[in-house]
């Protein structure tokens, strides 16, 4: 199953699947309470005005995580986007989560991706962030737009946020055996710009 963000302001949409925003949940919980994060892969449209999202990997293993910092490694990421790029996928951003905080990305992160969206290496001019934040009991995500002018833009998921909330965290309760949460679901991706 795959789902719609949309930003009206840059014209884009992106779609991730269920699956992928699972996998992001699990990670965090996982980690839970030291940040983590991971790179987002997946394909961009022949005209450039869609972002399809097909996975959200794992922190590499030299990566470096407290209660409040999160330096993502790079080993392995290289021979896993090169086997990626044979079949159509490239690098399209970062996933990162924010343990007992909120999903909005902080000044690092934001200057982080500005960073990616400005070197020639990355070849990513408009890196897109998913940030996770909370705890396993009570996640909260949203998805943002970094590009090389320093715009961040949220993008928004038109409907059924509640249905696709509890669908990923149950899953990645499932998945990590956890117990359900006491707490109603919380809201999925935010409606607001930044």
Same mark, same amino acid.
């Given at each position: 199953?795959?789902?719609?963000?949309?930003?009206?302001t840059?014209?884009?949409?992106?779609?991730?699947?269920?699956?992928?925003?699972?996998?992001?949940?699990?990670?965090?919980?996982?980690?839970?309470?030291?940040?983590?994060?991971?790179?987002?892969?997946?394909?961009?449209?022949?005209?450039?005005?869609?972002?399809?999202?097909?996975?959200?990997?794992?922190?590499?293993?030299?990566?470096?995580s407290?209660?409040?910092?999160?330096?993502?490694?790079?080993?392995?990421?290289?021979? %896993?986007?090169?086997?990626?790029?044979?079949?159509?996928?490239?690098?399209?951003?970062?996933?990162?989560?924010? !343990?007992?905080?909120?999903?909005? !990305?902080?000044s690092?992160?934001?200057f982080?991706m500005?960073?990616?969206?400005?070197? !020639?290496?990355?070849?990513?001019?408009e890196?897109?962030?998913?940030?996770?934040?909370?705890?396993?009991?009570?996640?909260?995500?949203?998805?943002?737009?970094?590009?090389?002018?320093?715009?961040?833009?949220?993008?928004?998921?038109?409907?059924?946020?509640?249905?696709?909330?509890?669908?990923?965290?149950?899953?990645?309760?499932?998945?990590?055996? %956890?117990?359900?949460?006491?707490?109603?679901? !919380?809201?999925?991706?935010?409606?607001?710009?930044?």
């Amino acid at each position: 199953m795959t789902n719609s963000f949309h930003s009206v302001t840059l014209s884009i949409t992106v779609e991730i699947g269920v699956s992928v925003l699972t996998r992001v949940i699990a990670l965090s919980a996982k980690a839970h309470p030291k940040e983590t994060g991971g790179i987002l892969i997946g394909r961009i449209s022949d005209d450039g005005r869609a972002a399809i999202v097909l996975e959200a990997t794992a922190a590499p293993p030299d990566s470096k995580s407290t209660r409040t910092s999160f330096y993502r490694g790079t080993k392995g990421l290289q021979k %896993l986007l090169t086997e990626r790029w044979s079949c159509g996928e490239s690098y399209l951003g970062e996933w990162h989560y924010h !343990p007992n905080g909120s999903g909005d !990305p902080s000044s690092p992160d934001v200057f982080q991706m500005l960073a990616i969206a400005r070197s !020639p290496k990355s070849q990513c001019p408009e890196p897109l962030l998913v940030v996770c934040g909370g705890n396993p009991d009570d996640i909260e995500l949203r998805l943002f737009l970094i590009n090389n002018v320093g715009v961040c833009a949220e993008l928004e998921r038109p409907c059924q946020r509640k249905s696709l909330t509890e669908s990923a965290l149950s899953v990645a309760y499932d998945v990590l055996s %956890l117990r359900e949460p006491q707490v109603p679901f !919380p809201s999925f991706l935010r409606t607001s710009y930044i």
